[in-house]
């Protein structure tokens, strides 16, 4: 039987989450902003690709983890105020502002 927890599905997650900081950080919109908003993810990652065979997590964490990393790179890169993903559900939903950082701290709150 197959682990649930497969190491080269989560070797794939932190690849993509390397890919997008190097993308994030070409041009981000302003770089301080996104120094602090991707720092949690500058620090985390390393921590669990070092700690990922002696303590591996659930697959279901992983993905957490990712999810909540790319909440944090994408709104890093833009602002929260300015992420696309806000302003297409800010028009879907009629709102008066962008959402994104309520996503965000929805996955601050419910990831960790």
Do not use: C
């Amino acid at each position: 039987m197959k682990s649930s927890n497969n190491p080269q599905n989560s070797m794939l997650l932190f690849l993509i989450i390397i890919i997008a900081l190097i993308i994030s950080a070409i041009h981000p919109y302003d770089r301080t902003t996104w120094l602090l908003e991707v720092f949690p993810v500058l620090i985390a990652l390393p921590i669990l690709i070092f700690t990922h065979k002696k303590y591996p997590l659930t697959r279901l964490l992983y993905i957490l983890i990712f999810l909540h990393s790319l909440v944090l790179i994408l709104g890093g890169a833009y602002s929260y105020a300015r992420v696309p993903l806000g302003f297409w559900l800010q028009d879907i939903f009629d709102l008066s502002r962008n959402p994104y950082d309520k996503i965000g701290h929805f996955m601050q709150g419910f990831v960790p």
